[in-house]
Each structure stands twice: as C-alpha cells, then as structure tokens.
T-cell receptor, first 113, second 116 residues
Framework: AQTVTQSQPEMSVQEAETVTLSCTYDTSENNYYLFWYKQPPSRQMILVIRQEAYKQQNATENRFSVNFQKAAKSFSLKISDSQLGDTAMYFCVRGASYDKVIFGPGTSLSVIP | GAVVSQHPSWVICKSGTSVKIECRSLDFQATTMFWYRQFPKQSLMLMATSNEGSKATYEQGVEKDKFLINHASLTLSTLTVTSAHPEDSSFYIC????????????FGPGTRLTVT
C-alpha cells in the first residue's frame, strides 16, 4: 500500500524560532504532487504549500518552505519565524492523477509564546 | 480561490434517524468530490469518492448502505448517514477537485455529527 509517514506526532517551538516537520512517502508514480495542509483548532483544512514532483526547485510560501528530496521520497516542511497562529495539526499529503490523495497521520505543532 | 461549503456545520440526531450533509463548490464546478471522516486527534480517513452523474466509489470497510452519497450536480454532493448510531458520531469533511488544477483538494469546513 502506498503510504505517507510523519514520524513526529507532536512538536513544539518557541515563537519566532524555526521548526522542521518531517514527511516521507511511498509512490510508484513519476508524476505526482505533494502538499502540506494545516488544520487549526477550527478544523478547517488550509493549504500551506504545494510541490510538483517534476520540479527540482523547492517550493516556498512566505515563512514556509519545503525540502523535497525526490530520490529519498522525503518532503519536509520548514516554518520560519513561528507565530502563535501556526499552532495546528499539519498533514503531509501525496496526490497523483485525478484520484484520491494519501494523508499522513499528522504532526501536532504547538507554538509557545 | 476555490471555496467549498458544508451544511450543517453541526448536527445532533437521535439514534435510528437519518441525517443529510451537503457539500457545495461555490465558485467552480467539481466533477469529483471526496468525503472524509475524522476522529479526534487523528488524520482524515477517506470514506468515498463522489463523481458527478455516477455512483460513488467507497473505500474498503465503508458501508455503502449506511453512508449514501449522491453527486447530482457539478456543485453539490450529499452524504446521508442512514439509521445513525452513536458510533457514527464524528467529524465529516468534504473536499472537491477543481480541474485542471494540480490535484489540489479544496476542503469544506466540516460537519460535526453527534448521535444520541
């Protein structure tokens, strides 16, 4: 079965510091996409960042950036200058073709004032 | 950006009754929608894939007769929990694909179902 693994169930970071969330995945496809979604206490899923597998350049969105290692099937998320509003569950998600996506188990991130 | 709504956001029903949850894509046409179930502090569990005009595809272990899914139009999919029991209490989330986007799913805000 194709899976997504997040090895850190819980993490915490001091406000204004940097934190990295890990993700590894399994796929047999060559063309796929990877996403990080956050789910704050409101439980609304919010897209944080997206990476196309065919692009070598790592995606960045303001304070959020990824380290995409295709050969290693690794897709980590770095949050810089952490803010209290970053407190949420973070899900690493793999998508491919017009089909279902695979969710990781999630990492609960707490930003400490 | 693409917006998906869900209604109701919170519903309480008695055991044995049925409840319908609506999922709407507000500013795009969604040929494919997904229904998820989420337990507290857990990841999303895909229940079924809903395609407009055709029968839904259910994941293994999901009871088709209990969780009825209808995708009657390009902007509306419904999930009906039939003969609800307390163990059906959960948070249900829908999402929609907005083609030809990069397989990104747009999520609704979710529906909290409590069966008493």
């Amino acid at each position: 079965a194709q899976t997504v693994t997040q090895s850190q169930p819980e993490m915490s970071v001091q406000e204004a510091e940097t934190v990295t969330l890990s993700c590894t995945y399994d796929t047999s496809e060559n063309n796929y996409y990877l996403f990080w979604y956050k789910q704050p206490p409101s439980r609304q899923m919010i897209l944080v960042i997206r990476q196309e597998a065919y692009k070598q350049q790592n995606a960045t969105e303001n304070r959020f950036s990824v380290n995409f290692q295709k050969a290693a099937k690794s897709f980590s998320l770095k949050i810089s200058d952490s803010q209290l509003g970053d407190t949420a569950m973070y899900f690493c998600v793999r998508g491919a073709s017009y089909d279902k996506v695979i969710f990781g188990p999630g990492t609960s991130l707490s930003v400490i004032p | 950006g693409a917006v998906v709504s869900q209604h109701p956001s919170w519903v309480i029903c008695k055991s044995g009754t049925s409840v319908k949850i609506e999922c709407r894509s507000l500013d795009f046409q969604a040929t494919t929608m997904f229904w998820y179930r989420q337990f507290p502090k857990q990841s999303l569990m895909l229940m079924a894939t809903s395609n407009e005009g055709s029968k839904a595809t259910y994941e293994q272990g999901v009871e088709k007769d209990k969780f009825l899914i209808n995708h009657a139009s390009l902007t509306l999919s419904t999930l009906t929990v039939t003969s609800a029991h307390p163990e059906d209490s959960s948070f249900y989330i829908c999402s929609a694909l907005d083609p030809p986007g990069p397989y990104e799913q747009y999520f609704g805000p979710g529906t909290r179902l409590t069966v008493t």
